[in-house]
T-cell receptor, first 111, second 115 residues
């Protein structure tokens, strides 16, 4: 079946450091790919998405590119802030729009 | 904009008790979902619905039931609570769009503890 694998955390960075969270997927067909973010005590919210190969999703300084050849959708940000501390989930949308999630990666940013 | 509303936010149940987790959305979305989030395990799909009167099992449906009598509401029922159902439950909704997949909107979650 479809699955998503993302790097284990927690990831701890200093403010203004470069962030990469790896995500790879296994899927039949051509799924859409998403990054969701969960701030403490809140539900998940969409951070960015890409619907086809080579698309780049971007939002709030975060970026991810849909790489079909490597089945990857890595999340990057050039300069993280303390306010970026959260749990980040990579996900794909299969037939029927059902979301399949990775395990989540905790990001902690220190000032 | 209310979005997706879940109640209650917290609940403690004794083993064998039953309860219903409520979920309502005001965005006229056709699709609704229930996920559970266990520590370090990501989110697992319990049940989903593609419209009023239509429901289907997800990855981990055992011990749960759902109904979808209206577009707005999608309650999740636990009949005989077990410690393994201790988790955080999220309801989500989305809508199908021809030729593209759309984002899902999530509620704030219900933290359930079974003791």
């Amino acid at each position: 079946g479809n699955s998503v694998t993302q790097m284990e955390g927690p990831v701890t960075l200093s403010e203004e450091a470069f962030l990469t969270i790896n995500c790879t997927y296994t899927a039949t067909g051509y799924p859409s790919l998403f990054w969701y973010v969960q701030y403490p005590g809140e539900g998940l919210q969409l951070l960015l998405k890409a619907t086809k190969a080579d698309d780049k999703g971007s939002n709030k300084g975060f970026e991810a590119t849909y790489r079909k050849e490597t089945t990857s959708f890595h999340l990057e940000k050039g300069s993280v802030q303390v306010s970026d501390s959260a749990v980040y989930f990579c996900a794909l949308s299969d037939e029927g729009n059902k979301l399949v999630f990775g395990a989540g990666t905790i990001l902690r940013v220190k000032s | 904009n209310a979005g997706v509303t879940q109640t209650p936010k917290f609940r403690i149940l004794k083993i064998g008790q039953s309860m219903t987790l409520q979920c309502a959305q005001d965005m006229n979305h056709n699709y609704m979902y229930w996920y559970r989030q266990d520590p370090g395990m990501g989110l697992k799909l319990i049940y989903y619905s593609v419209g009023a009167g239509i429901t289907d099992k997800g990855e981990v449906p055992n011990g749960y039931n759902v109904s979808r009598s209206t577009t707005e509401d999608f309650p999740l029922r636990l009949e005989l609570a077990a410690p393994s159902q201790t988790s955080v439950y999220f309801c989500a909704s989305s809508y199908p769009m021809t030729g593209a997949n759309t984002e899902a909107f999530f509620g704030q979650g219900t933290r359930l503890t079974v003791v």
